[in-house]
């Protein structure tokens, strides 16, 4: 008997994936828990493996496009068990007959995983393939494709497109482009369009609807790094003997703890029926990934570690946030963020809230710099401090208190 693949719940609060990859296609045989294909939610990939061994008789969902918790991805089946008119038989054929409005129970799924983006004989176009088509006005009779029974698959329309072949004019009527390109973005010759990866996509989404939502207000102040670079210095060579590099991310990490239990307000979400501050002191971290773009994993339970155990954190953390191997729970749930742009240079910046947190610290590049200290001229590693606050949540003064805590704590580290 056939077996439906659904899209399992990959953690709290995750409603929603993006299918990127199949790892296997229709026909292919596959063994239970072999891994099926890849989904992509809040930028973390995760494999999703196969229920149960048997034949692929049907993919349902296409790479690119979105699936909720529940819905059908694939069917799973015995050689010559076909899916048709939304039910499981066996025809003793060959292969099975691919069906765009299959399912093995009586509940409905949703239209936009099932009906054809196009007329005539095309077969099935996901709404993502009608999408490219539409952009950038390609008549997708002149595709060739190259997938399932010559199903035209992303890859096919981007490989034409980058041909350079001649485009038709006459286009379905259906596939008119949702958001028009502007004249100004039109190439000329030479130019090079990237794609927008999933990840893109999802940080250009998050960093939009944060400036939309949040009024977005910087105050700097600098600390004098000395007492925590001689500390580090100190105790570098013991954290190493327990497997742990003791980084300067540990103690920014430490010190926005102090900062918050000192002033819990900033540890908060705005909501329309009142401020909800947490029980719970969880710290985003924003990590580069390269040309990738960023993640931010998160440190559960922050305020109840020592240095040891946060540094221990933040590089099993770090680790595997560029081996693309976080779970979706790990960029869950945090409270508060620190952004260390100052790993590239930068001496300080204005970042973007992750929302719906209250605020973001910005943390510079550590250089050493001319002070004065007790009327006298000193050289010491001195650091920004870029505190970005949500204006509803806090004000000018009660951000400064934060910062000021933050900033206490690592000139005065013991």
Do not use: C
Request: no cysteine.
């Amino acid at each position: 008997m056939a077996t439906k693949v659904l899209v399992p719940r990959l953690g709290e609060g995750v409603d929603e994936v993006t299918v990127t990859k199949w790892l296997k296609q229709v026909g292919d045989s596959i063994n239970e828990l072999e891994p099926l294909l890849e989904v992509n939610t809040d930028k973390v990939d995760t494999e999703i493996p196969a229920p149960v061994t048997g034949t692929i008789l049907q993919i349902i969902a296409q790479e690119g496009s979105p699936a909720k918790v529940g819905e059908l991805l694939a069917i799973i089946g015995q050689p010559g068990e076909a899916v048709d008119s939304g039910h499981l038989t066996v025809d003793g054929s060959a292969s099975p007959k691919p069906s765009v409005q299959s399912q093995t129970t009586n509940q409905s799924l949703p239209a936009t995983h099932h009906q054809p983006s196009t007329a005539n004989d095309l077969g099935f176009i996901s709404p993502v393939v009608a999408k490219i088509a539409a952009e950038h006005r390609v008549n997708l009779s002149q595709v060739q494709g190259t997938g399932l029974n010559g199903r035209i698959t992303k890859n096919d329309v981007l490989n034409y497109v980058e041909s350079g072949k001649s485009k038709v004019e006459s286009q379905p009527s259906n596939l008119k482009p949702a958001n028009p390109q502007p004249a100004s973005l039109k190439p000329v010759e030479g130019d090079q369009l990237i794609k927008h990866s999933t990840m893109r996509k999802s940080i250009a989404h998050h960093m939009v609807e944060s400036k939309q939502i949040s009024p977005h207000v910087l105050t700097v102040m600098e600390a004098d790094m000395s007492k925590v670079a001689r500390h580090r210095a100190a105790n570098k060579s013991a954290f190493e003997r327990d497997g742990v590099n003791l980084t300067f991310t540990a103690y920014f990490m430490m010190a926005i703890v102090a900062g918050l239990k000192a002033y819990p307000q900033t540890n908060s979400s705005w909501s329309d029926e009142g401020l909800l501050v947490h029980k719970n002191i969880n710290l985003g971290m924003a990590t580069s990934l390269g040309e990738d773009g960023l993640i931010v994993p998160v440190i559960k339970g922050a305020d109840n570690l020592s240095l040891l155990a946060m540094a221990r954190t933040i590089n099993d953390l770090a680790y595997r946030a560029r081996a693309r191997k976080l779970q979706p729970d790990e960029v869950k749930g945090g409270t508060f963020t620190l952004t260390n742009h100052g790993v590239s240079g930068s001496l300080f910046a204005f970042p973007i809230i992750n929302q719906p947190q209250a605020g973001i610290l910005g943390v510079g590049a550590m250089q050493k710099r001319v002070v004065v200290i007790d009327d006298a001229i000193a050289i010491r590693p001195m650091v920004y401090l870029s505190f970005v606050f949500d204006h509803r949540i806090l004000d000018g003064a009660s951000a400064d208190w934060f910062l000021a805590k933050v900033k206490e704590t690592l000139e005065n580290w013991a």
